[in-house]
């Protein structure tokens, strides 16, 4: 069983939809949890960062985390074709600085 | 945001050749600094982690003779690789975090060739 299980999709829907991407994780050491976007041939752009339990908002983009169940969420409102990319989750240990990945989710929105 | 940059973007190179690769940090000390290596529609594999001013560790299978980094300050990292060949052919993504951070800032990656 992999630490970080994320769907790989793909996902597609149209514009303006809410998109909702997940992950669950099995080590309970987790403490920190990111959110990164990559577009085809370039680098991953952190879109949040996220420490404890509970949602962080910033702009479209709302992080919610839920430590009891291992499971952690970005939802994506009024989604456009720029998001279309793949979402990687990520996740770390306290005391230690390797980032855990999820497979990454490719999302399609078509106008 | 934090901004890394890599250079360069892409590179080509003959086969028995080395090729060597930067990362830096342009806004923030990066104490760390993490090698990745990409293959098409995979997720991110770790190569190895190096804090500045000390050796690398590698992530195992990863031939710390063939991929040689140095991180000789707050804001540079370099990744060599040795006497390429067509397998080393990939998508090199270098990351870096500041002081006591766990968030990680990517650069925007380097493809490399080998013929």
């Known amino acids: 069983q992999k630490e970080v299980e994320q769907d790989p999709g793909p996902l597609s829907v149209p514009e303006g939809a809410i998109v909702s991407l997940n992950c669950t994780y099995s080590?309970?050491?987790?403490?920190?949890f990111m959110w990164y976007r990559q577009y085809s041939r370039k680098g991953p752009e952190l879109l949040m960062y996220?420490?404890?339990?509970g949602n962080k908002e910033d702009g479209r983009f709302t992080a919610q985390v839920d430590k009891s169940s291992k499971y952690i969420s970005l939802f994506i409102r009024d989604s456009q074709p720029s998001d279309s990319a793949t979402y990687l989750c990520?996740?770390?240990?306290?005391?230690?600085?390797?980032?855990?990945f999820g497979a990454g989710t490719r999302l399609a929105v078509h106008p | 945001g934090a901004v890394v940059s890599q250079h360069p973007s892409w590179v080509i190179c003959k086969s028995g050749t080395s090729v060597k690769i930067e990362c830096r940090s342009l806004d923030f000390q990066a104490t760390t600094m993490f090698w990745y290596r990409q293959f098409p529609k995979q997720s991110l594999m770790l190569m190895a982690t190096s804090n500045e001013g000390s050796k690398a560790t590698y992530e195992q299978g990863v031939e710390k003779d063939k991929f040689l980094i140095n991180h000789a300050s707050l804001t540079l990292s370099t990744l060599t690789v040795t006497s390429a060949h067509p397998e080393d052919s990939s998508f090199y993504i270098c990351?870096?975090?500041?002081?006591?951070?766990?968030?990680?800032?990517f650069g925007p990656g380097t493809r490399l060739t080998v013929t």
């Open positions: 990520a996740m770390i240990s306290g005391g230690y600085n390797k980032l855990i």
């Open positions: 996220t420490y404890s339990s």
């Open positions: 990351s870096a975090s500041g002081r006591g951070r766990n968030e990680q800032y």
């Open positions: 080590n309970s050491a987790f403490q920190y």
